[in-house]
Every structure is written in C-alpha cells, then in structure tokens.
C-alpha cells in the first residue's frame, strides 16, 4: 500500500491545497484531503479513486454506493455526504457552461480560440485549467512573429500563477494555413514543457490551428 507519507510533502493534497489552493486537485485528491487517511488494510489514495470513479455531475453517489467501498465506512460515508449536501445547497450554477478540455479539438469549444484561425497574425495564446481539466481562462499572451524571445516563460505561466492552475495548454495559430510546427515552435514548446515541470504546472499540449484545421505538438510526440 502506498500512504500519504511516501508521498513527497508538496503532492500532498491538503498541502497542495495551501499551496495552490482547492481548484488545482483533481477529484481524488479532493476526496483524499476530506478523509484524511485510510485503514489498516487500504490506503487513502486507493479509497479516494475509487470513490472519485463514483462521482457524476447531477448525479453524486449515496449511502449505499459509499459504503460499498472497501475502506468506506459510516463515518466516513457521513462525511462525504455532509460535503455533497453543502455544495447541492450553496454551490451556484455558472452562467456559462463548464468546458472540459481532454483532448486536442476539445480547444474549439471556446470563441476567442477558434477567432485566431483567420488572424493574419500569428497570435498565442495559454488555457489554464483546474484539477478537474475544466477551463479557468484563456488570454492572448502576444501577438505578431513568434520567437523564443517573445514567449518567454515568465509569461506564459504569470497568469497559471495567479489562477492557481493544475495545468496549461498553449495555443497559436498560422495565417498561412500550414498546420507543421516550425522549428521554432518546437523549441518554444520544449522550453514550456521544461518551465511547468520546475513549476508544477504541467504543459498538457501545444496545439496549432489555422484555417484548415489543428495539430497537436502533444499527438505529434514533442511533448
């Protein structure tokens, strides 16, 4: 069994929750930081997935389904429960839909993406994302000739910082229609991939769009 103490102390979820606050954990490392810890014969992370396998939008497990978890037991059925019924009652409906991101033509959901593909200057942009993969923002981080010099890190990331972001995905497109990276694109997207790393703040894909259509670096093996 693997405890929360062979855990390095910063992928902690109640650790990481003060670090990078409740968006940044993905659902079962929610449920890990609401129980706390396991039993004798199963450990936390084990009982969180498969509680976190349970979970559906409109449609959260009861007392029955959670006590039929092995490692489940009254106490913490009740304590779950007591969670889903304070979000059901204060828990405010967004105005606008939720925009999940998990895979490449996930990124067409959303307008000021889907804008650039006839821009007749290449534009980049960074989606940050919660734990959950959902959409926190996308901004437009520079416009015009793409170099390594304009996309630094520093700028790419400020804004995950600030939104306290389990991930990014980096997004550009190219007036000419040609969806192959260059290889300046290339070595941007490694530079990224190595800045999230130090950060913690994975880059998911790198992904080009244009009029004919999108190319993720990700799919093509460069990440």
Do not use: W
């Amino acid at each position: 069994m693997r405890r929360m103490r062979d855990i390095d102390v910063h992928d902690r979820p109640r650790e990481k929750m003060v670090l990078k606050g409740a968006v940044s954990l993905e659902d079962h490392e929610l449920i890990s930081a609401i129980l706390g810890k396991g039993t004798p014969n199963r450990d936390i992370i084990s009982i969180s997935r498969e509680v976190a396998d349970l979970l559906q939008k409109e449609d959260l497990p009861g007392y029955d389904q959670l006590i039929s978890v092995e490692g489940i037991g009254q106490s913490k059925a009740c304590v779950l429960l007591a969670c889903f019924e304070i979000a059901r009652r204060y828990g405010k409906p967004s105005d606008e839909p939720t925009r999940k991101i998990t895979r490449p033509d996930d990124i067409l959901q959303l307008p000021e993406i889907t804008e650039t593909r006839y821009k007749k200057q290449e534009h980049f942009l960074v989606v940050t994302l919660n734990g959950a993969s959902e959409v926190i923002q996308s901004r437009t981080i520079t416009m015009g000739l793409l170099n390594h010099s304009l996309v630094h890190p520093r700028e790419v990331y400020c804004d995950a910082i600030s939104d306290r972001a389990a991930s990014i995905i980096c997004v550009h497109n190219h007036p000419s229609g040609n969806l192959e990276p260059s290889s300046q694109d290339i070595q941007i997207t490694t530079q990224l991939v190595q800045a999230g790393k130090i950060l913690g703040i994975p880059l998911l894909d790198h992904i080009i769009i244009s009029k004919t259509g999108i190319t993720s670096l990700k799919e093509g093996g460069y990440l």
